[in-house]
Structures are given as C-alpha cells and as structure tokens.
C-alpha cells in the first residue's frame, strides 16, 4: 500500500528517515532516480542515512513503474521518493496515486522559490498545472508538523 509520494531532489536524508517515515507508518523506502545508482558517493549517503527496520530499494523510474505495477510491491507501506518532478509525474500516472508532496527542489538557474525548499523552474509549474488538472491535490510541505501549502492556491 503506497503511504505518500515526495519530491525530495535528497531522496533519503535525516527528515525523510525520521520524520516522515514514522509520521506515515512506512515500512519501506522506494527511492526513485535515474541517476543515483551511477554515483558511488551519493549511495554511500543513502546507505548511511537508512532508518532501523526499513527497507530501502533504489530503482529507476522505468524500474519502479514496472515494481509498482507487479504488485511486489503490495506487501509493504510504502513511502516514494522521486527524485524530481518529472519523475514523480510519471509514478502519478502509473499508480493512480492522488496526492504528492513536494518537499525540496534545488535551486538552480531560473527557478522561484516558494515556501521553504521549493524551488520551481516555469517546466515545474507546467507540470505541477498538468497534475492539478487531473484532480491531484499537490502541495509543499518539507515536514509533517509544518503547515503545508497548497499548490492549486499558488497556480491557478
């Protein structure tokens, strides 16, 4: 059972072991990137960054589609982790899922900031758009006892 679907550019880092891990209950972490399995220092990170008593499986977005779809996945409360939104647009699509948090997007050339940790390039907002459109509430949120914002307030 799919507990929540995150943007989180990090994937695993202190707020998603603890905090938001305990706060849905997961016992399972799929972290969804198409590129952190070619870069040694960041699975390192991730290793060390892995909570006690959870499972934490690294896929490819294809890969995680294709897990997802199986079913193998059914067996646990599973927390997602997409790397970005693209990604987690594509997740969306293929799980039916309803709700996506956004919780830290880079700052990079381009972007506006909104909230704490949410920087948005005009291709993110466009995305975003797309998935309110199909009825997804989308909304930022970097921890569970903040006050989370609403996307569909920001792009009307």
């Not at 905090?19 to 060390?48: E, F, H, M, Q």
């Not at 506006?112 to 309110?132: C, F, H, P, R, W």
């Amino acid at each position: 059972m799919i507990k929540a679907v995150r943007v989180d550019y990090r994937l695993l880092h202190g707020q998603v072991a603890v905090s938001w891990t305990s706060a849905l209950g997961a016992d399972c972490l799929l972290l969804v990137s198409d590129t952190v399995k070619n870069d040694k220092l960041r699975l390192n990170a991730i290793k060390l960054a892995k909570p006690s008593g959870v499972k934490v499986v690294i896929k490819n977005t294809e890969e995680s589609i294709e897990a997802l779809k199986s079913g193998v996945t059914d067996k646990y409360k599973l927390f997602i982790i997409c790397e970005d939104l693209g990604i987690a647009q594509k997740i969306m699509e293929a799980t039916g899922e309803k709700s996506l948090n956004i919780g830290n997007t880079p700052f990079r050339e381009g972007t506006k900031q909104y909230g704490k940790s949410a920087n948005l390039t005009a291709e993110d907002e466009q995305v975003i758009k797309d998935m309110l459109n199909d009825g997804i509430d989308v909304y930022i949120q970097m921890v569970p006892a903040e006050k989370s914002i609403k996307c569909k307030s920001l792009f009307k």
